[in-house]
């Protein structure tokens, strides 16, 4: 295995910065975040630094041992520059194609040689981005679940060329930092979770499509029938329609599965995306 002392994440988004906080929470490496967008990086500070308030105030941190972790964390905006040094760089950009095979093209540059590239994308199979770096062998997928710093799971995600050493710091770096690693032995699209989260979504708006039950009815069932924490409509909205909607029309293009159902095609084009924009399957105030 390698060993690890500098781990760089790139993307400053809830996913980035909160995989940065975890990182550093670990008190086991110095982290650089890197975010290229005017004014992310100072947000990203101060979602962090609420966070770190949060558990002050319910007791799970000192106020010494919050500090102590935002200081290990180096905010950049230059991704060359910060990326020569790392021992682990996490890929955590929009979810899209393109943003992230330019992310693996710069690293491929810019890395060091034996530095380990990881993608945190929640559906992008590793082996569409390894080739873009140059070191295949030392790429993987390494998908947190939001929010990080709550949730527990990291999916690694084994691509055809990837080597035993690379998965194998992968599973202890996540270990280390206090997350519970699965691994994916061969790569699939969605990989394990999200597979499992798309066919019940997917069969909860058939269902709503078909005029059998409302969309509160199907969550309050799935809530007391499966004892899920939230139900797939209001998980739908707290995650985002348009991330969910672009990950099936990826999905489909290739040939993976179908189209996205009606219901959801329909929101999205009237810009009900959930949570973030106040409507979605449900309204919120």
Not at 162 to 183: G, K
Request: net charge neutral; glycine share 8%.
């Amino acid at each position: 295995m390698h060993e690890l002392k500098r781990v760089t994440v790139v993307g400053a988004g809830t996913m980035g910065s909160q995989i940065a906080l975890q990182t550093a929470l670990s008190g086991r490496y110095h982290v650089t975040l890197i975010d290229m967008v005017e004014g992310q990086l100072e947000k990203a500070r101060t979602q962090n630094q609420r966070l770190l308030d949060r558990s002050v105030e319910k007791g799970r941190l000192t106020r010494e041992a919050a500090d102590e972790s935002l200081q290990r964390i180096t905010q950049s905006k230059e991704l060359a520059a910060s990326v020569t040094d790392a021992d682990l760089v996490i890929e955590a950009v929009l979810e899209n194609f393109d943003a992230k095979r330019s992310v693996f093209e710069a690293l491929g540059k810019h890395a060091k040689s034996d530095a380990i590239l990881a993608s945190n994308s929640s559906t992008i199979a590793i082996s569409r981005l390894a080739d873009f770096s140059g070191q295949p062998e030392r790429c993987c997928n390494m998908h947190f679940f939001h929010p990080v710093t709550v949730m527990q799971l990291c999916e690694v995600v084994r691509g055809p060329k990837t080597s035993d050493a690379t998965v194998q710091t992968a599973m202890e770096f996540v270990r280390s930092i206090d997350r519970t690693p699965v691994l994916l032995k061969k790569e699939i699209w969605g990989f394990i979770v999200n597979r499992i989260l798309f066919a019940a979504s997917e069969e909860a708006m058939r269902l709503l499509e078909g005029g059998y039950a409302s969309a509160e009815d199907i969550d309050t069932a799935v809530q007391k029938g499966l004892n899920w924490p939230m139900g797939p409509f209001h998980l739908l909205d707290f995650s985002g329609l348009d991330v969910f909607y672009g990950a099936m029309k990826d999905r489909h293009r290739l040939g993976e599965g179908p189209e996205a159902p009606e219901v959801l095609r329909k929101l999205v084009g009237q810009g009900r995306l959930g949570r973030k924009t106040g409507k979605g399957f449900f309204d919120y105030d």
